[in-house]
């Protein structure tokens, strides 16, 4: 806040860091004192006094300060808490040891101080080595109280001492509870120890001078001049070794201070590395390929190895936002999860158990005593944390888009780390980005069944034209996945596959059905027609806008013809011309074509269907494509004990068994399948 924005009641002015430093205080020499009814009546919660995320309002610590009097019965607690804030584990520590000197740490005290405070401006100058007049201007709309005032003079007590370990001297030579516009302060404190050996050190080098050039001036005896120098030198030397060992002894307590302020400000570092690589990796997870459970159990997995929770759970409303159900989570036993599986959260308007409020009032919870809630919660609810033997939790509402879509849940069950503000603050940014997943998944989803429609859809046009064929692209989807999954191909490059093996056929949508249904054989003319449906099929997909690997779908899906001698069509490609689809596909679809019924004959027994592709390796099909079909068949049982190869058949360019012909003979294609 600066100081000319206008400060409401309700605005969070003071950290917790302050209000703990009171606790610790209180805690060390007023024991007997109840800080739940000291909370309580302050309007404030443990987890926030720990949470240095958390701010208190004015109301709040007065409130606090207040009650705090009243039970110690001692006036003076505001200072004295504030000087205490240079024990080891305080905010003053934390803060002041990093600048080495209490010079350097008033030249920055305003900025430390806006870490604390935003109920007023502190403004430092140095006016000397060992002073500095502070000013501090409240906020407008801010009515702070002179116990703030003796509190902040505990405090700069506090920062300078850790310097020198004495108290510095302060004067307060103006104060706003006594008509002034601000209260300034005017600081001094001695010098370090090394500042002053190092004087007596510099005040003994004129007399060594003088002592060292006497003689040329004035007949002094040797033996006393002598005397005389040795007695110079020699103190010269110890007050050198004394300014030299107390400078060492502050350099080491300094680099001390320097070592632990570093520790502190590297362990918020690798927090916040850590919170945001968990951000990171959850939205990659998130705009992932898998289906949304399988995005969510990702999520989960990546909630427990970032994050110190023992368990979480990711509750999703089903599309009429009747009911929460469980889709993800980590750290439950097998009976917690099957218990946590089973259980439903009715979103009933008269439901007030806690997932179901978040949901619908999309608000977070965090609950560090179960037992303190258990009357305010639903007997559902209620049964439910007795099953999971829940101590804390956090609930936060998954929503997008003013939408609420479920809720993310963690709590803690064996470790004693209270949960915090900061806890909710961190997954609270998280849960928007889990939302985003949803829809967008939800999104892809719908766009996939419309899209995987339409290419059936397309599929099914080519099938309808003859009866006979209907459900051929479909069995050579089928067959082409199986290849793909035995040779451990991608999923993504596996689903192209599907979508060039439905559509492999497509062209020929431009064939007559005088010549596509032909019972008898094909001339040589109708055969060569025949064979522009791989070109058509091509000359029609390039005209569907393919992205990414969904690009190769027109060219793999136009040269299943080809050979792997390079006799096949329309380009006559061999070997690695052709593309790893597309000889595939040259497997999938000559399998099917042969074990299927066609108009001018009956499906091929299997087994010597299998025995035609294991005589086509080399010619027909690259042979380790054969053998990835084989062993995907013998896993689906479908392969005969024994294939007998049958040398007097071959297959032609339809994929169709076909009597072998003498060379010098021109063979009459047979129809395609």
Request: proline share 4%; net charge negative.
């Given at each position: 806040m600066?100081?000319?924005?206008?400060?409401?009641t309700?605005?969070?002015l003071?950290n917790s860091r302050?209000i703990?430093?009171?606790v610790?205080?209180i805690?060390?020499y007023?024991n007997?004192?109840?800080?739940?009814?000291v909370?309580?009546?302050?309007k404030m919660?443990?987890?926030?006094?720990?949470?240095?995320?958390?701010?208190?309002?004015?109301?709040?610590?007065d409130?606090f300060y207040?009650k705090v009097?009243?039970v110690t019965?001692?006036?003076n607690?505001a200072?004295?808490a504030?000087?205490?804030a240079?024990s080891t584990d305080?905010?003053v520590?934390?803060?002041?040891?990093?600048f080495?000197s209490p010079a350097?740490?008033s030249e920055?005290?305003?900025?430390?101080?806006g870490?604390?405070?935003?109920?007023?401006?502190w403004d430092?100058?140095k006016?000397g080595?060992t002073e500095?007049?502070?000013?501090?201007?409240?906020?407008?709309g801010?009515?702070?109280?002179p116990y703030?005032c003796?509190?902040?003079?505990?405090?700069?007590?506090?920062?300078?001492?850790?310097?020198?370990?004495?108290?510095?001297?302060?004067?307060?030579?103006?104060c706003?509870f006594?008509?002034?516009?601000?209260?300034r302060?005017r600081?001094?404190w001695r010098?370090l120890?090394s500042h002053?050996?190092?004087k007596?050190?510099?005040y003994a080098l004129?007399?060594?001078f003088?002592?060292s050039?006497?003689?040329?001036?004035f007949?002094v005896p040797e033996?006393?001049?002598?005397?005389s120098?040795?007695?110079?030198?020699?103190?010269l030397?110890?007050?050198?070794?004394?300014?030299?060992?107390v400078e060492k002894r502050?350099?080491?307590?300094?680099?001390?201070?320097?070592?632990?302020?570093t520790?502190?400000l590297?362990?918020?570092?690798d927090?916040s590395?850590n919170?945001a690589k968990?951000?990171h990796?959850?939205?990659v997870?998130l705009?992932?390929?898998r289906?949304?459970?399988g995005?969510?159990?990702?999520v989960?997995?990546?909630?427990?190895k970032?994050l110190?929770y023992?368990?979480?759970?990711i509750?999703?409303a089903?599309e009429?936002?009747?009911?929460l159900s469980?889709?993800?989570g980590f750290g439950?036993?097998e009976e917690?999860r099957?218990t946590?599986?089973?259980?439903?959260?009715?979103?009933r308007p008269?439901?007030?158990?806690v997932f179901?409020t978040c949901f619908?009032d999309?608000?977070p919870?965090?609950v560090?005593?179960v037992?303190?809630?258990?009357?305010?919660?639903?007997?559902?609810s209620r049964?439910?944390?007795r099953?999971?033997?829940?101590k804390?939790?956090?609930c936060?509402p998954?929503?997008?888009?003013?939408?609420?879509?479920?809720?993310?849940?963690?709590?803690?069950v064996r470790?004693?780390?209270?949960?915090l503000?900061?806890?909710i603050d961190l997954l609270m940014l998280?849960?928007p980005?889990i939302?985003m997943?949803i829809?967008?998944?939800?999104?892809?989803?719908?766009?996939e069944r419309?899209?995987?429609s339409?290419l059936?859809?397309?599929?099914s046009s080519?099938?309808?034209?003859?009866?006979l064929?209907?459900?051929?692209?479909?069995?050579?989807t089928r067959?082409a996945a199986g290849?793909?999954?035995?040779l451990?191909l991608?999923e993504?490059?596996t689903?192209?596959?599907?979508?060039?093996?439905?559509?492999h056929?497509?062209?020929?949508?431009a064939?007559?059905d005088s010549?596509?249904?032909?019972?008898g054989?094909l001339t040589?003319?109708?055969?060569e027609?025949?064979?522009t449906h791989?070109?058509?099929?091509k000359?029609?997909l390039e005209?569907?806008?393919?992205?990414g690997i969904y690009?190769?779908?027109?060219?793999?899906a136009?040269?299943?013809?080809?050979?792997?001698?390079?006799?096949g069509?329309?380009?006559?490609?061999?070997?690695d011309?052709?593309?790893?689809g597309?000889?595939?596909?040259?497997v999938?679809?000559?399998?099917e074509?042969?074990?299927?019924k066609?108009?001018?004959r009956g499906p091929?027994?299997?087994?010597?269907?299998?025995?035609?592709?294991e005589?086509?390796?080399?010619?027909?099909?690259?042979?380790?494509?054969?053998?990835a079909f084989?062993?995907?068949?013998?896993?689906?049982g479908?392969l005969a004990?024994?294939l007998?190869v049958?040398?007097g058949?071959?297959?032609?360019?339809?994929g169709?068994?076909s009597a072998?012909?003498?060379?010098a003979r021109v063979?009459?294609p047979i129809?395609?399948?």
């Amino acid at each position: 806040m600066t100081a000319t924005e206008p400060c409401q009641t309700d605005t969070p002015l003071y950290n917790s860091r302050i209000i703990s430093s009171f606790v610790r205080f209180i805690e060390r020499y007023h024991n007997y004192v109840d800080f739940g009814e000291v909370l309580s009546y302050a309007k404030m919660a443990p987890y926030q006094v720990e949470d240095e995320d958390c701010w208190f309002t004015q109301e709040q610590v007065d409130l606090f300060y207040e009650k705090v009097v009243s039970v110690t019965k001692n006036r003076n607690i505001a200072r004295e808490a504030g000087r205490h804030a240079a024990s080891t584990d305080s905010i003053v520590r934390s803060y002041a040891l990093g600048f080495v000197s209490p010079a350097w740490f008033s030249e920055l005290m305003g900025t430390v101080t806006g870490h604390f405070v935003k109920s007023c401006v502190w403004d430092a100058k140095k006016v000397g080595p060992t002073e500095v007049h502070i000013t501090v201007t409240p906020n407008p709309g801010v009515r702070e109280k002179p116990y703030q005032c003796e509190n902040r003079m505990g405090y700069m007590e506090a920062a300078f001492s850790l310097f020198n370990h004495k108290l510095p001297t302060i004067e307060h030579t103006e104060c706003m509870f006594n008509g002034a516009k601000a209260c300034r302060y005017r600081i001094t404190w001695r010098d370090l120890g090394s500042h002053v050996w190092r004087k007596l050190r510099n005040y003994a080098l004129p007399p060594l001078f003088v002592v060292s050039v006497s003689r040329a001036f004035f007949p002094v005896p040797e033996g006393v001049w002598l005397c005389s120098m040795f007695a110079f030198v020699a103190a010269l030397l110890v007050l050198s070794y004394k300014v030299w060992n107390v400078e060492k002894r502050e350099l080491v307590n300094a680099v001390t201070n320097l070592r632990a302020s570093t520790a502190v400000l590297f362990d918020k570092v690798d927090a916040s590395f850590n919170h945001a690589k968990l951000i990171h990796e959850a939205g990659v997870v998130l705009t992932g390929r898998r289906g949304i459970e399988g995005r969510l159990q990702e999520v989960a997995q990546i909630l427990e190895k970032r994050l110190d929770y023992d368990r979480g759970m990711i509750l999703l409303a089903d599309e009429e936002k009747k009911t929460l159900s469980f889709k993800a989570g980590f750290g439950y036993s097998e009976e917690q999860r099957a218990t946590i599986e089973n259980a439903v959260f009715r979103l009933r308007p008269e439901s007030r158990g806690v997932f179901v409020t978040c949901f619908r009032d999309q608000k977070p919870f965090l609950v560090n005593d179960v037992d303190e809630i258990k009357y305010e919660m639903s007997d559902h609810s209620r049964d439910l944390a007795r099953a999971m033997r829940a101590k804390s939790f956090i609930c936060c509402p998954i929503a997008w888009a003013d939408e609420a879509l479920g809720v993310l849940a963690v709590d803690k069950v064996r470790t004693e780390r209270m949960l915090l503000q900061s806890d909710i603050d961190l997954l609270m940014l998280l849960t928007p980005a889990i939302g985003m997943g949803i829809q967008n998944a939800a999104v892809t989803e719908t766009k996939e069944r419309q899209f995987d429609s339409i290419l059936h859809v397309l599929a099914s046009s080519i099938d309808a034209r003859d009866p006979l064929t209907a459900g051929h692209s479909e069995r050579v989807t089928r067959f082409a996945a199986g290849i793909c999954r035995e040779l451990d191909l991608s999923e993504e490059y596996t689903e192209m596959i599907g979508v060039a093996s439905l559509l492999h056929d497509y062209g020929k949508i431009a064939i007559k059905d005088s010549i596509l249904k032909k019972p008898g054989s094909l001339t040589a003319s109708e055969y060569e027609e025949i064979k522009t449906h791989a070109t058509k099929t091509k000359e029609i997909l390039e005209k569907i806008e393919f992205e990414g690997i969904y690009r190769e779908v027109p060219e793999i899906a136009s040269c299943h013809h080809e050979k792997w001698n390079g006799t096949g069509y329309p380009l006559g490609l061999k070997y690695d011309e052709i593309p790893l689809g597309a000889r595939i596909l040259a497997v999938a679809d000559v399998f099917e074509a042969v074990t299927s019924k066609r108009h001018y004959r009956g499906p091929m027994p299997l087994q010597e269907a299998y025995a035609v592709l294991e005589s086509s390796k080399e010619s027909h099909f690259e042979p380790r494509i054969v053998d990835a079909f084989l062993r995907y068949y013998e896993r689906e049982g479908r392969l005969a004990d024994s294939l007998s190869v049958e040398s007097g058949e071959e297959i032609d360019d339809e994929g169709h068994l076909s009597a072998k012909r003498p060379k010098a003979r021109v063979a009459r294609p047979i129809r395609a399948a």
